[in-house]
T-cell receptor, first 114, second 114 residues
Framework: AQSVAQPEDQVNVAEGNPLTVKCTYS??????LFWYVQYPNRGLQFLLK??????LVKGSYGFEAEFNKSQTSFHLKKPSALVSDSALYFC????????????FGTGTRLLVSP | GAGVSQSPSNKVTEKGKDVELRCDPI?????LYWYRQSLGQGLEFLIY????????KSGLPSDRFSAERTGGSVSTLTIQRTQQEDSAVYLC????????????FGEGSWLTVV
């Protein structure tokens, strides 16, 4: 079965500093990896995905993620954090067989302080 | 509309009553998903529809939960005899078929059972 782990419940970073939100995955076959963000009282918004190709994927709002096959990781990064980036971030892997549903990690709360 | 539309956005119901939650997916998307997010919890898969295929109901938590999708488009999630533990945000999502395609989420239906 495919799974995703987000080892940090919360990440704290000062505005202007770089941020990293960690994600590791377990899949059989090719991984299809996604990051979503959830602002308070809102649904999930798609940030970026890795399907194939370049290991560095760029997405919305200046976020990027680095796919590392040997470490089975897909960490979310941003060079300079904004207070408005404070939200709940979910990493997910999409099943590549069968019903192809998204399997989510438990989420990481990002808190960016002024 | 351009995105996944869900209604109602908020619903307060009395314990024991039935509720219906509606989802209108992005036009042309044949895959439709329902997830549940309880307070402080992660995202729990409920059910998946793909075209005319039999749905994947493996995530439904009890037989009080059911869902249908009419005409390959709009879906309704029904919860019978609601319980307080059913209080959660119910998120609908849709995508084109294929694991590399992005799954887009609606804003959710916030259900409170009192």
């Amino acid at each position: 079965a495919q799974s995703v782990a987000q080892p940090e419940d919360q990440v704290n970073v000062a505005e202007g500093n770089p941020l990293t939100v960690k994600c590791t995955y377990s899949v059989s076959g090719n991984p299809y990896l996604f990051w979503y963000v959830q602002y308070p009282n809102r649904g999930l918004q798609f940030l970026l995905k890795y399907i194939t190709g370049d290991n560095l994927v760029k997405g919305s709002y200046g976020f990027e993620a680095e796919f590392n096959k040997s470490q089975t990781s897909f960490h979310l990064k941003k060079p300079s954090a904004l207070v408005s980036d404070s939200a709940l971030y979910f990493c997910a892997v999409r099943e590549n067989t069968g019903f192809q549903k998204l399997v989510f990690g438990t989420g990481t709360r990002l808190l960016v302080s002024p | 509309g351009a995105g996944v539309s869900q209604s109602p956005s908020n619903k307060v119901t009395e314990k024991g009553k039935d509720v219906e939650l509606r989802c209108d997916p992005i036009s042309g998307h044949t895959a439709l998903y329902w997830y549940r997010q309880s307070l402080g919890q992660g995202l729990e898969f409920l059910i998946y529809f793909q075209g005319n295929s039999a749905p994947d109901k493996s995530g439904l938590p009890s037989d009080r939960f059911s869902a249908e999708r009419t005409g390959g488009s709009v879906s309704t999630l029904t919860i019978q005899r609601t319980q307080q533990e059913d209080s959660a945000v119910y998120l609908c999502a849709s995508s084109s078929p294929g694991p590399g395609n992005t799954i887009y989420f609606g804003e959710g239906s916030w259900l409170t059972v009192v």
